[in-house]
């Protein structure tokens, strides 16, 4: 048994490790060296032994089983890549990749899968729907509403989300956020955010009122209405802290003020710098409460990528920091759909990306910033919050660390210098912005965390979710893409098919519809009940080798209005 951090297999500020077992190759019999907890909390319509049977299906599968083919395990799609220091905390994969495709079995297990209904408990689990409220009788929004949903991978799940309309200025803030090295920098921007963003758009006279109020002691006027699934918790310990860091950040503004009318660009940027820069700063500082001192600083070491929308009418803007991902469904003149892309993933197969890291250090350093698609050989995201192993000096992080408090001093990543480490900032939390003027054809947006586009490609995603809000679906050649299929198998396809078609959707949120796909779905393109099964019965210290946590919000438009915006009537 090996010790590993709480958040999977990334490198981890949390304290406390957490036991998982590791498959070991013998000459017989591919065995665990340790019994497997079985997930419970997960499985509320499962009894014991029928987890117990799951377990062993899970480990004992026959042959090549789609579940244990997956490239995100195959090739390693951890946030963090292992050091030589670290070693001990991560399992190498060829032994796993050789254990679940041992074909020596002693004997045939017992299949179990999950029921229809006990997936759906799974999978709408964190669903939420919001539709737009019309006002005399008359919807004067370009967003009908939209739909949300996470299914984790990592327990506990490091992604999160937020969804909020303005009230001071106009508009709807919507945004996904994929944490690595635990979930406490993605939990805090989740909640800040988009205060950040509505305190940038407001203009001077509110930004007077709001501080008058507060110095008066009066009721403050409410910024943002949010809009939250039970399971989307706000930090109380910490309110106080936020507000007053908030507070600091619309005095300066307040002070700024040139009078001028605040571009919708310029806020977004400013907002996710400022907000990147006070999670640095606070952690610096430090609090004298032992429980505060010690959130900052995991959510200042810890670290999060961002893809935040803001509507307004039919301006779209999309700030994206890191990997998330913002598509835009188009339904083309013959009814098909197509996707348009609204963000740029900022890794190293994004090559501008690679070229603007490279010229912000000098020239000596070019070969080992980026080494095996990471920054520094470590990172994937090459902007992100928190993250101050990567912003840091050496003497900052020496001196943070030392007169931290113990949980954060006995953390071994948190004392870990990355390699060549000698001009930092590395890391920046600077957006990337993209503005989109809307036109009726384009029905929805999809946001999305990179957990959804390792397993789907956008087209696919824009045709699911584009056939499942309109109901109709466009047939296309079943393809095989080179497997050799018997009558009897197509005969089966095209009969699923047509009963998928004349049958209601079982889901009534297209988030949920779409984690379906992105988990269930085969070779053929189509939801396979026992591979879905078979992915939401693996246990937690599996279930991130073979998928990352998926966190989806799809905003549906409304095309009347927005076609009565192009012709000047609203």
């Not at 299914?151 to 709807?172: F, H, K, V, Y």
């Not at 070229?355 to 980026?370: D, G, Q």
């Not at 113990?406 to 990355?418: A, G």
Request: proline share 5%.
């Amino acid at each position: 048994m090996l010790a590993a951090s709480c958040c999977d297999r990334r490198m981890c500020v949390c304290p406390g490790p957490r036991r998982i077992a590791i498959p070991v190759r013998s000459s017989r019999l591919p065995l665990l060296s340790d019994a497997m907890p079985a997930p419970t909390h997960l499985f509320p319509l499962i009894r014991n032994c029928e987890i117990s049977r799951i377990c062993s299906t899970m480990c004992y599968c026959h042959h090549k089983h789609l579940c244990c083919l997956s490239s995100h395990f195959a090739h390693g799609h951890f946030r963090y890549a292992p050091q030589k220091k670290f070693a001990a905390l991560y399992r190498p994969k060829e032994n796993f990749y050789q254990f679940v495709h041992a074909r020596d079995y002693a004997s045939t297990p017992q299949r179990f899968y999950l029921t229809p209904p006990q997936v759906n408990s799974i999978l709408k689990a964190n669903e939420y729907s919001f539709k737009v409220p019309e006002f005399d009788g008359k919807n004067v929004s370009s967003v009908l509403g939209f739909d949300s949903n996470q299914l984790p991978a990592n327990a506990p799940i490091e992604d999160r989300r937020s969804a909020a309309t303005c009230l001071q200025t106009r508009g709807m803030l919507l945004g996904v956020f994929d944490g690595h090295a635990g979930c406490a920098c993605a939990q805090a921007v989740s909640e800040r955010l988009f205060y950040y963003i509505a305190v940038s758009l407001l203009p001077h006279e509110t930004l007077l009122e709001i501080e008058n109020a507060v110095e008066s002691g009066r009721a403050l006027l409410p910024i943002l209405q949010w809009h939250k699934h039970p399971n989307d918790y706000f930090s109380k310990e910490a309110s106080k802290l936020y507000f007053n860091s908030l507070r600091t950040y619309w005095q300066e503004l307040i002070d700024l003020n040139s009078g001028e009318t605040t571009d919708v660009k310029e806020a977004l940027i400013n907002a996710f710098k400022r907000l990147d820069n006070d999670i640095s700063l606070e952690a610096q500082v430090g609090d004298p409460n032992s429980f505060l001192n010690y959130l900052v600083l995991r959510v200042a070491f810890s670290g999060a990528t961002a893809c935040v929308a803001h509507v307004d009418g039919v301006d779209l803007h999309v700030a994206n920091t890191g990997d998330s991902r913002a598509m835009l469904g188009v339904q083309e003149e013959d009814g098909s759909w197509s996707a348009v892309n609204l963000s740029y993933d900022h890794n190293a197969q994004n090559e501008r990306e690679v070229e603007r890291v490279k010229t912000e250090h000098p020239k000596s350093e070019e070969k080992s910033l980026v080494k095996q698609d990471r920054l520094l050989g470590l990172l994937m995201p090459f902007r992100a919050f928190g993250d101050v192993k990567f912003k840091w000096s050496i003497e900052l992080q020496k001196r943070v660390v030392e007169s931290g408090p113990d949980q954060l001093n006995d953390n071994e990543y948190t004392k870990f210098i990355p390699p060549n480490y000698h001009t930092p900032p590395y890391l920046t939390a600077e957006p990337e912005v993209i503005h989109h003027k809307l036109r009726p054809q384009d029905k929805f947006l999809v946001l999305a965390t990179d957990g959804l586009w390792e397993t789907m490609h956008r087209q696919d995603v824009a045709r699911i979710v584009g056939e499942y809000l309109t109901g109709v679906h466009h047939q296309q050649p079943i393809a095989v893409g080179g497997y050799k299929v018997t009558l009897g198998q197509m005969h089966g396809l095209l009969t699923e098919r047509r009963a998928k078609i004349s049958s209601v959707f079982e889901d009534q949120n297209a988030a949920t519809h779409l984690i379906r796909h992105a988990v269930g779905n085969n070779e053929f393109g189509t939801v396979d009940h026992e591979r879905l099964s078979k992915m939401l019965s693996l246990p937690e210290e599996l279930a991130r080798m073979y998928r990352d946590d998926i966190t989806i919000i799809v905003v549906q438009f409304n095309s009347h209005v927005i076609g009565a915006y192009q012709n000047g009537e609203l």
